[in-house]
């Protein structure tokens, strides 16, 4: 197995997870750490989970995942961006924090959305295109699980040197931050 191939793998499939959690870590003031705890457990193993779907899955759904994940990923992103936006501006115009921890719909939701693509990945893997034919699927799942889980806790918890701006425009840059995470993916 190439580590160093995996890792690359799983720091460039970490972005998505990565950039929400940090967006996230803007908004949400209450809760913080179980919400960041649940955040990047959920998004490591959705992360991990997802190239074994793929690996399962090979090439037909390396070929049906590569058509519409980019506009999930971008409806997604663009709900959530823009009901961040949204609740930022409504109201008295005074600093008033909202923002509650995700439950579990909104949870599995950011789960998907930010993992579509290592389904890909592990198609790639079933048929010896990352990895090389030696490579164990555990270890390789596990390595982007894990590696998921550390950069989303980073970014959550760097977001709060922020926090000292105004709540409203933390939440607007949070929800353009995700609106063009998922615009990225389109183009």
């Given at each position: 197995?190439?580590?160093?191939?995996?890792?690359?793998?799983?720091?460039?499939?970490?972005?998505?997870?990565?950039?929400?959690?940090?967006?996230y870590?803007?908004?949400?003031?209450?809760?913080?750490?179980?919400?960041?705890l649940?955040?990047?457990?959920v998004?490591?193993?959705?992360?991990?989970?997802?190239?074994?779907?793929g690996?399962?899955?090979?090439?037909?759904?390396?070929?049906v995942?590569?058509?519409?994940?980019p506009?999930v990923?971008?409806?997604?992103?663009?709900?959530?961006?823009g009901?961040?936006?949204?609740?930022?501006?409504?109201?008295?115009?005074?600093?008033?924090?909202?923002?509650?921890?995700?439950?579990?719909a909104?949870l599995?939701?950011?789960?998907?959305?930010?993992?579509?693509?290592?389904?890909?990945?592990?198609?790639c893997?079933?048929?010896?295109?990352?990895?090389g034919?030696?490579?164990?699927?555990?270890?390789?799942?596990?390595?982007?699980?894990?590696?998921?889980?550390?950069?989303?806790?980073?970014?959550?918890h760097?977001?709060r040197?922020?926090?000292?701006?105004?709540?409203?425009w933390?939440?607007?840059?949070?929800?353009?931050?995700l609106?063009?995470l998922?615009v990225?993916?389109?183009?």
């Open positions: 197995m190439n580590y160093l191939e995996i890792t690359l793998i799983a720091l460039a499939l970490a972005v998505d997870a990565t950039v929400y959690a940090f967006s870590g803007l908004v949400l003031r209450q809760g913080r750490g179980m919400a960041a649940r955040l990047a457990l998004v490591g193993a959705f992360q991990a989970g997802m190239p074994l779907l690996y399962l899955g090979g090439e037909v759904l390396r070929s995942v590569s058509t519409w994940a506009s990923v971008l409806a997604v992103f663009g709900v959530l961006g009901s961040i936006i949204y609740n930022a501006w409504q109201g008295n115009g005074k600093e008033d924090v909202s923002s509650t921890p995700l439950g579990l909104g599995f939701m950011v789960g998907v959305a930010t993992s579509i693509d290592a389904l890909a990945v592990g198609a893997m079933a048929l010896g295109e990352i990895g034919p030696q490579l164990q699927l555990g270890q390789a799942v596990s390595l982007i699980g894990i590696i998921t889980f550390i950069c989303a806790m980073a970014a959550f760097s977001a040197l922020l926090h000292h701006l105004p709540t409203r933390l939440e607007t840059l949070a929800g353009l931050l609106i063009s998922g990225q993916n389109i183009l």
